[in-house]
């Protein structure tokens, strides 16, 4: 079962998916990091943040950083893992950066773990 990318069904999926994994290790450069990000959907916007290489519904109060993009990119950046989508929507002015832009810096760097690209193929496949 599919569930609409940012919806509330779809973060109780993800937030299932996380805990069925277990304890999921992340790339130094991404363990102790937090991102939010606002994403603009066609029914306001929805908050979520990065933590430690992980999504999560809502923002962090202690996050430094805090991306603002559109849905569509949020979806080939996040879910999809396109990594050229963030330099080009970057680029074209569709994602904006408030805070300290260097910590998505490591995004860039970061290679993630087996575990985590099997955690994100598993949310994928129930991403609408």
């Known amino acids: 079962m599919s569930c609409e990318f940012l919806s509330d069904e779809w973060f109780a999926k993800v937030d299932e998916l996380r805990a069925a994994a277990g304890d999921i290790e992340a790339p130094a450069a991404l363990a102790d990091l937090v991102i939010n990000i606002t994403i603009g959907t066609d029914n306001g916007e ?47 002015g569709q994602i904006r950066v408030e805070g300290d832009m260097s910590k998505l810096m490591a995004l860039q760097t970061a290679q993630p773990t087996g575990a985590q690209v099997e955690l994100m193929k598993k949310i994928q496949e129930v991403t609408a």
């Open 46 to 92: 929805k908050q979520m943040a990065l933590v430690g290489g992980m999504l999560e519904q809502g923002h962090h109060a202690d996050a430094p950083t805090t991306m603002i993009l559109p849905a569509d990119l949020a979806k080939r950046i996040f879910i999809e893992g396109d990594q050229s989508a963030g330099m080009q929507g970057f680029m074209s």
